[in-house]
């Protein structure tokens, strides 16, 4: 920030003077060094020498206003509070669908779906590798008409939805599409994301099915068939959240994530696109951590970084191209089974980073997900923690009320650094999808989990009731009441309709329509019309990622620790 | 299977290292824990194997076997662990290789821990247990064997 030289030479003398005297009184530190959560050295004290080098109208500026650190929109929350999504979902589609509407009914004012592990890998209840695991940790969808309950009286042309879901995106947009469509809904009114960040998926998430290249040509027909047909869809939400998950810190989260954009923009670039074609439609998730200051700083320097990056690698003209919109989900990683109910306390640390970050929408888990899906009780509780920050405690009132500290401000540059150097390095080796291949992020990423570990181990890192002021557990705190699912239920009842569906459709034509989708896969077309045909047609989730398997192959990961 | 391991001991009386396999069981791709632990073991100078994620029992078993270990960890985040554990030890019986202790980590509530030691499983750690706790039961799971303890 520029502040005369005298107003500068004044607090030089200032400060060495406080040094002097500090140290003189007699004040110690209570540990050797302060850092933040990935490591940054953390001062006693900021002022505004340590961010005069900064040039207030190119770093900081104002809200809705390139590079837009302060936040996309003019007035952010004052607006519209952000979007309250929370991640559900378990047994079948009719049981979640009692889930979403209780929500909803609560406040919620977007839906998020997550889906159980067959579903996630592209597998039908039916397959003996899904035994175990149906309508576990998420909610099993193999066919239109599961979608079809999943949704039963809600409005699909009014509240908009985020699916969780990565290799099988195709199969899962074309559902929900045809869904909708069936309901009258125009295309221009479906609103929500698909994840479709099928990059990560080699880095952290690992539900990848087809190898690296494929998977990143079909995420792109993703992108392109969503661009031309639903001018509200988020056809990708470019993610962090599972990388910082997996053990990467909140530099390497947004390096790493940042990086897989550049790569799906060149890819789209490289398919004919100009850049402000598909670009607006491009959105974010990264997670936010306990470490306060370091995951808002984070959301503000991923701002700045991405619209430098539009705006100066890839020309982008609309404002719109330049925004980084994302949802964000509170860290589960630092969620605890010891004392569980503490987690109450750090999932609200780590909403109002999110909210002081500017998140355009926003997850809170539940208290309770360290040992199990969330109760009723506990997932409500999640959503009024969100509740209680937008209306109760006054921080959404004013846009990034933090812009200008010394600290936030000074921290927002240093991670921004730090970010830059892992993407140059990205860069160095061709992109994210070569540095995939050479297993870059995947050990980077290990490497920081180890760390980690044995930081708590060490005790360098405090968390309580884990390494430090443990004490007897009181039996409500051990035995607390868990959410159950009964899977062999859930899967014998999804079992049994699936094979009602299946018997009730034109088995012929289902074939024709998957071994068109074959063709055009091979062609090198792109997949979505077929695979929507196919879906339309009733072929099951299975079936249609087969089909792409016999054309793709599929990944086998190389075992690195 | 672990007798078959005594006689491929170099010399009589040297005792060898102890050989641990790491495992995802299920199709939960969260391996961070898992892969922590297995370097962790190694830093703690054991044998250690990782057979990485979305093996079935019955791979484990086999892979088990094959490797000639002692201990089988399996990391499960995804709440199948009352169906696919009761396999994997179905899986090792059948294979005459109940000698192998399975212990498991991840997401296991209190009360599915107890119904899993009860069926066989050595010990349950759940997230948070400290590395040490986990060698030391590793240990005592040990104690008997011809082998190095850490």
Do not use: C
């Not at chain 1, 990388?243 to 398919?271: C, H, K, P, S, W």
């Not at chain 2, 212990?103 to 050595?122: N, T, Y």
Request: charged fraction near 25%; proline fraction near 4%; glycine fraction near 8%.
């Amino acid at each position: 920030m520029t502040f005369n030289k005298e107003f500068i030479e004044k607090l030089k003398s200032l400060i060495d003077q406080w040094e002097r005297d500090k140290i003189e009184l007699g004040y110690r530190d209570r540990l050797d060094r302060f850092t933040t959560d990935s490591g940054i050295k953390v001062k006693t004290v900021y002022t505004p020498l340590d961010i005069a080098d900064s040039d207030y109208f190119e770093k900081i500026g104002l809200p809705g206003v390139y590079p837009f650190t302060r936040g996309i929109h003019y007035n952010m929350y004052r607006g519209k509070i952000w979007t309250m999504r929370e991640f559900s979902g378990f047994g079948s589609p009719e049981d979640t669908n009692k889930r979403l509407k209780y929500l909803v009914e609560h406040g919620e004012t977007g839906l998020s779906i997550a889906f159980d592990h067959p579903t996630l890998i592209g597998l039908d209840p039916d397959n003996p590798l899904a035994a175990g695991e149906v309508g576990v940790t998420g909610v099993s969808v193999a066919t239109i008409e599961d979608m079809d309950l999943l949704f039963k009286d809600i409005d699909m042309g009014k509240i908009t939805t985020n699916m969780t879901i990565n290799p099988p995106a195709p199969v899962m947009l074309s559902f929900y599409v045809a869904v909708a469509r069936s309901r009258g809904v125009s295309d221009d009114r479906i609103g929500g994301t698909v994840q479709n960040d099928q990059l990560k998926e080699f880095i952290a998430q690992k539900t990848w099915v087809f190898p690296p290249r494929s998977a990143l040509k079909i995420g792109i027909d993703v992108i392109e068939w969503s661009v031309k047909n639903l001018p509200k869809w988020n056809p990708i939400s470019i993610s962090g959240y599972h990388i910082y998950e997996a053990g990467a810190t909140a530099v390497q989260e947004l390096a790493f994530t940042l990086a897989d954009g550049i790569e799906y923009v060149r890819a789209m670039i490289n398919r004919g696109y100009s850049v402000d074609d598909f670009a607006p439609r491009l959105s974010f998730f990264f997670v936010s951590g306990i470490n306060v200051f370091e995951h808002i700083a984070k959301f503000r320097a991923a701002r700045r970084m991405w619209a430098k990056i539009m705006k100066e690698w890839f020309g982008a003209r609309k404002k719109r191209s330049m925004w980084l919109r994302f949802h964000t989900q509170t860290s589960g990683v630092e969620l605890r089974a010891i004392e569980p109910y503490n987690n109450i306390i750090r999932i609200t640390l780590q909403a109002i980073a999110a909210v002081l970050g500017g998140t355009q929408s926003l997850h809170t888990n539940a208290f309770d997900e360290a040992l199990a899906l969330p109760t009723e009780f506990s997932a409500k509780l999640a959503l009024r923690t969100q509740q209680i920050i937008a209306y109760e405690s006054g921080l959404a009132d004013t846009v990034d009320p933090l812009g200008g500290s010394y600290y936030i401000e000074w921290l927002t540059d240093k991670i921004e650094e730090e970010a830059w150097k892992i993407i140059d390095r990205v860069e160095s080796m061709g992109g994210m999808l070569n540095a995939i291949e050479n297993g870059y992020p995947q050990r980077e990423i290990t490497e920081s989990a180890y760390k980690k570990q044995k930081e708590i181990e060490e005790m360098k890192k405090i968390v309580v009731g884990v390494n430090a002021f443990k004490g007897e557990l009181l039996e409500e705190e051990v035995k607390i009441p868990l959410f159950e699912v009964n899977e062999e239920q859930i899967r014998k009842h999804q079992i049994d309709k699936l094979k009602r569906f299946k018997s009730s459709r034109d088995g012929i034509k289902v074939k024709r329509v998957l071994a068109e989708l074959e063709r055009a896969a091979m062609r090198g077309e792109n997949i979505m019309p077929y695979v929507y045909n196919a879906a339309v047609s009733k072929a099951t989730l299975e079936e249609i990622m087969n089909s792409l398997k016999s054309v793709y192959g599929e990944w086998s990961e190389p075992i690195l620790y | 299977m672990s007798s078959n391991s005594l006689e491929i001991v170099g010399a009589p009386g040297l005792k060898r290292r102890a050989k641990i396999l790491v495992a995802k069981i299920g199709l939960d791709g969260h391996d961070r824990g898992a892969k922590v632990i297995a370097r962790a073991l190694k830093e703690y100078g054991f044998e250690v194997v990782y057979i990485g994620i979305r093996q079935t029992p019955e791979m484990i078993a086999k892979a088990a076997v094959q490797e000639d270990v002692d201990i089988i960890g399996i990391s499960i985040h995804s709440g199948a662990h009352m169906v696919l554990i009761p396999e994997l030890i179905e899986h090792l019986k059948r294979l005459n290789a109940e000698d192998i202790k399975v212990i498991v980590g991840g997401i296991i509530p209190w009360e599915d821990a107890q119904r899993l030691k009860s069926m066989g499983v050595s010990e349950v750690f759940t997230p948070d247990t400290p590395i040490e706790v986990i060698v030391e039961k590793i240990n005592k799971l040990l104690a008997g064997k011809n082998v190095e303890q850490k």
